[in-house]
């Protein structure tokens, strides 16, 4: 398979001679194509691996979904809107070892393979290839469905955190992972590794086009990460306008920004890069009183070919 000209962010830059000729504004960033269309027909861009790993919630319980789905404990209620099936949760309180104040959190922990952490990138990890066994997501894809409620005024985030495990104290290492966000109040999209538990190294990105996270709109939100030589591929592709009247998905998901996640490539902590399959993909949003979420899966793909 062969990278499609639809996942190369690309940017229009313009020659004026004179005055004659005014800029040209860069094209509208084109959905994606979709690979294949998954339960409940959300649209898979790359192909399944049909050996590999998958969950899928679907009409499961999130609550009772263990191992392979995870909130931390916290409460979960049904909801039904426009057509669409969703789980409303506030999460619980956060306090953050930056100092800020503290907050509240909503953590969806996805573990396609099951079983439990085996490994840390500071140990085994790196030689076995996995955190917790060889069913761990090595290249993959991962979806969710988001919208959030009631900002609470402290620390905002939302992000796919990926290649990882738990985030436990005095056991820093078992985080041994690194994420993608999506921006709120005027920021950049950023990329981070957070190999130790809580030691951040953060990086900005940029956007193929403009957005802000919204308060009271659906979002789909979806992060692909592959091997490649010397790293991994990192993708992250939003749907702005994710379901049509009757409630059903859209597909029309846009590479929004991207990340190569080099080794040796130092980002102040850390030049390690995670290529390594992990035990846990978290979809993570802080900062807001009520979140909101439908459909979230990962699952092993067929990376391209270079």
Same mark, same amino acid.
């Given at each position: 398979?062969?990278i499609p000209?639809f996942f ?10 004179g005055?004659a000729a +005014?800029?040209?504004a860069a094209p509208?960033?084109p959905?994606? +194509?979709?690979a294949?269309?998954g339960p @409940?027909g959300?649209?898979? %861009?790359?192909p399944s691996?049909?050996?590999? &790993?998958?969950? #899928?919630?679907?009409?499961g319980d !999130?609550?009772d979904s263990e ?15 426009s ?6 949760t506030?999460?619980h ?5 930056? $100092?800020?104040?503290?907050g509240k959190t909503?953590?969806l @922990?996805?573990r396609p ?5 085996s490994?840390t990138?500071?140990?085994?990890a ?5 955190i917790g066994?060889?069913d761990?997501l090595?290249n993959?894809?991962?979806? /969710?469905?988001v919208?959030? @409620?009631?900002?609470? $005024?402290? #620390? #905002?985030?939302?992000?796919w955190?990926?290649?990882?495990g738990? #985030?436990?104290k ?7 992972? /690194?994420g993608?966000?999506?921006p709120f109040g005027?920021?950049s ?7 130790? @538990?809580?030691?951040?190294?953060h %990086? ?9 996270l919204?308060?009271g709109?659906w979002?789909g /939100?979806k992060v692909?990460?592959y ?6 591929r990192?993708?992250l592709?939003l749907?702005?306008?994710p379901f049509?009247? &009757?409630g ?9 920004t991207e990340?190569h996640?080099?080794d040796g490539?130092?980002?102040g902590?850390?030049d390690?890069?995670?290529t390594?399959?992990g ?7 802080d900062?807001w009183?009520?979140?909101d979420f439908?459909?979230?899966s990962?699952?092993?793909? /067929?990376? !391209?070919? +270079?």
């Open positions: 398979m062969t000209n190369r962010a690309s940017f229009i830059s313009a020659l004026v001679i005055t +005014p800029a040209l509208a960033t959905p994606a +194509p979709v294949e269309v @409940h959300v649209g898979m %861009l790359f691996e049909p050996s590999g &790993s998958s969950f #899928h919630l679907g009409d !999130p609550t191992p392979f789905f995870d909130m931390e404990g916290d409460e979960a209620t049904p909801g039904l809107e057509g669409v099936p969703y789980w409303s506030t999460g309180r956060v306090t953050y070892a930056s $100092g800020k104040p503290a909503v953590r @922990h996805l393979g099951g079983g439990e952490q490994f990138w500071r140990d085994g790196l030689e076995n290839g996995f066994s060889p761990d090595l993959f894809e991962a979806t /969710v469905y919208r959030v @409620h009631e900002d609470n $005024g402290t #620390h #905002h985030s939302m992000s955190k990926m290649r990882g738990q #985030h436990t005095p056991e820093v290492a078992r985080s041994s992972c /690194v993608m966000d999506v005027g920021a999209p950023q990329a981070y590794r957070e190999l130790d @538990h809580p030691t951040y190294d %990086l900005s990105l940029t956007p193929s086009f403009d957005y802000q919204q308060e709109r979002l /939100v692909v990460s091997l490649v030589e010397g790293g991994t990192n993708l592709f749907d702005t306008n049509d009247a &009757s059903t998905p859209r597909n029309e998901f846009r590479l929004f990340w996640d080099r490539e130092s980002t902590h850390y390690r890069a995670a390594w399959a035990w846990e993909t978290t979809f993570r949003v900062g009183r009520r979140v439908a459909y979230p990962a699952r092993e793909i /067929v990376p !391209p070919t +270079p």
